[in-house]
């Protein structure tokens, strides 16, 4: 009898203690229930970089490949950006980006130099652009799953593809020496073209799911736009805005 009370004695031991264990884990999990481990997610911010192709398909970029020592793949470059993303449903996100791209290159005519005494008439060409952009983003499958009322568990890897559209900012500037085509006399200046202008895209991509709020991107994207150049190329066409980029980047949900 004593044996029998001594064990039940332990075992109420043992529950006190497990219960005692148990409670931190348990407030602990409540005091986290505003986190989206018990809930979807509602939004999630990442940034990213890669790399950018200018489609570089205007006049302006045509006489500075066929004048300069310039090539239209120079125009190519590192592209930055940053994006807020919110979830409309299980598969719909909107999202509202920021990107930068910036090229900086120097040159010389191909087939002129300096009168008096032969040296390189040499230039520095810069092209920038800064997209600000709103998308649609369809996801292929659904992003995770509910396990009872309060868990959701993201999946390992969510294909999307999507399209939208905002303003680009770009600026074009050709700062050195140049010659005049009529005279050929050689002049220093700087030649400038800026403004803004409507732009549209389409891309797909692919979350892989580094933990429950860390998110790897990968995607592809292009872009459309042209703009009317400025007083400094008045006589040349609107200049390219459009081309193709592909990032990498980071995101956190919550």
Do not use: C
């Not at 148990?22 to 997610?41: E, H, I, M, R």
């Not at 300096?114 to 390189?120: N, Q």
């Amino acid at each position: 009898m004593k044996k029998h009370r001594s064990r039940l004695q332990r075992r109420l031991v043992l529950v006190a203690v497990a219960s005692t264990l148990s409670l931190p884990l348990a407030v602990s999990a409540q005091a986290g229930g505003d986190g989206f481990l018990f809930k979807q997610p509602y939004a999630s911010f990442g940034i990213w970089g890669g790399y950018a192709l200018a489609q570089a398909g205007s006049e302006v970029f045509d006489f500075a490949s066929e004048h300069l020592t310039i090539d239209k793949n120079d125009f190519a470059s590192s592209a930055w950006g940053a994006e807020l993303s919110v979830r409309a449903t299980e598969r719909l996100d909107i999202a509202a980006g920021v990107g930068l791209t910036h090229t900086s290159t120097r040159s010389e005519f191909r087939n002129y130099v300096g009168e008096s005494d032969d040296l390189a008439i040499e230039q520095t060409t810069e092209f920038t652009r800064v997209p600000v952009t709103l998308s649609a983003k369809w996801y292929l499958r659904d992003r995770g799953r509910s396990v009872s009322r309060f868990v959701w568990i993201p999946e390992r890897w969510t294909p999307y593809v999507g399209a939208g559209g905002g303003v680009v900012w770009s600026r074009f500037v050709q700062d050195g020496d140049f010659v005049d085509f009529e005279t050929f006399d050689v002049f220093a200046s700087q030649l400038e073209s800026e403004g803004t202008t409507g732009t549209a895209h389409v891309f797909s991509g692919v979350d892989i799911s580094l933990s429950t709020k860390v998110v790897l991107t990968g995607e592809g994207r292009y872009s459309w736009g042209k703009m009317a150049m400025g007083q400094d190329f008045r006589d040349f066409d609107s200049i390219d805005l459009s081309g193709f980029q592909a990032t990498v980047g980071l995101s956190l949900r919550f």
